[in-house]
């Protein structure tokens, strides 16, 4: 009986507990519970179908999906001291670093781009929650000045998607003076007559929410996006008051001013593509016109060559031509009578 429980049951355990599927084949909708196959989520757009929950997705997604067939160029970004206080709390700041680039494979927060959305070239900035929960520091600071004086030099419009939970604390003082130095550079794109779009996506707080984030020409949000300074339940304590339902969410900004428009994460490329047409006063390109569409026709293809004839068929045309030239017309009938 040894060896059954050595060598049998430790092998059927094995197999009964081996994974066919990956674990996260199915992801669990975070409002209804339900399961939705990866694939399903990734052609939607991570919008989950049933319940139109918006999930957070990365700065790659978020270019694939907005700028046409996934085509675009990324900007280059200048390199920053990484960790300039020599922070350290229950870990060194370096060290977080290193794993938040281990696992993203990005080197900060913030990613921009260049390239065509519905035919309109324009520069793209979308912090990446995904990296230290996309928050401010100065390589992200500088990431996005470096976006927006690209677009300023390029004149394109600028389009960011904002989310993060703030300023990196790690970085001190010099986390917050990015804040003000972004506030400039929009400064340059306005001074520039460019459109600046702030696609305010879920979550959008702290120090990001009270400066740039919010000065946009055109404030969007997606459905249910939590965007606030600081969190409802310090709100709720500092000013012992119950908030109302729906406090902080994308829809209620809109109903209080926050928010230009609500727009649905499917019809952000077109809205977007038409509010820079309108600032930048560029006309939309005329739908294709089937009528106008060069056709094959008999004028626009050249004469296709007539098959060879066979022996036979030569013959009988030529009969058929000699019994016209001597059947005499109908008309000249009539005259020689």
């Known amino acids: ?49 049933n319940s139109d929950f918006h999930m957070r997705i990365n700065a790659t997604q978020r270019f694939s999906y907005f700028f046409d067939k996934n085509d675009y160029t990324l900007v280059d970004l200048p390199e920053v001291a990484v960790d300039p206080l020599k922070f350290r709390d229950v870990k060194r700041y370096s060290d977080r670093m290193k794993d938040a680039r281990a696992k993203s494979g990005r080197r900060d927060s913030v990613v921009v781009a260049q390239g065509e959305v519905e035919g309109l070239y324009m520069t793209a900035a979308v912090q990446d929650f995904t990296f230290l929960a996309g928050s401010l520091g100065m390589a992200a600071g500088e990431a996005l000045i470096t976006g927006m004086m690209k677009a300023v030099a390029d004149k394109t419009p600028f389009v960011l998607f904002t989310a993060s939970g703030g300023a990196r604390m790690q970085e001190g003082i010099l986390s917050l003076m990015q804040m003000p130095r972004v506030t400039v550079a929009v400064q340059s794109l306005r001074e520039a007559g460019l459109p600046y779009i702030v696609v305010l996506t879920d979550p959008t707080t702290g120090g990001v929410t009270a400066s740039y984030a919010m000065l946009g020409d055109i404030q969007l949000a997606e459905p249910g996006a939590l965007i606030g300074f600081a969190g409802q339940r310090v709100i709720e304590q500092t000013i012992r008051e119950k ?26 490329k077109s809205v977007i593509a038409r509010l820079c047409r309108f600032f930048t006063n560029t006309p939309t390109p005329d739908p294709v016109d089937e009528d106008e569409v060069l056709l094959l026709t008999d004028e626009t293809l050249p004469e296709a060559e007539a098959p060879e004839a066979t022996a036979a068929e030569a013959v009988d045309t030529a009969k058929e031509a000699d019994e016209k030239k001597e059947t005499p ?9």
């Open 243 to 268: 908030l109302p339902e729906g406090f902080q969410r994308a829809e209620y900004l809109k109903e209080h001013g926050m928010v230009d428009m609500v727009v649905h994460r499917h019809e952000l």
């Open 329 to 337: 017309a109908p008309d000249e009938d009539k005259k020689a009578d």
């Open 1 to 49: 009986m040894n060896w059954i429980n050595t060598v049998v049951r430790p092998k059927i355990r094995s197999i009964l507990n081996r994974r066919d599927t990956p674990e996260n084949l199915w992801i669990k909708c975070p409002v209804t519970g339900e399961m939705v196959f990866h694939r399903d989520l990734e052609h939607n757009q991570y919008v989950v179908p």
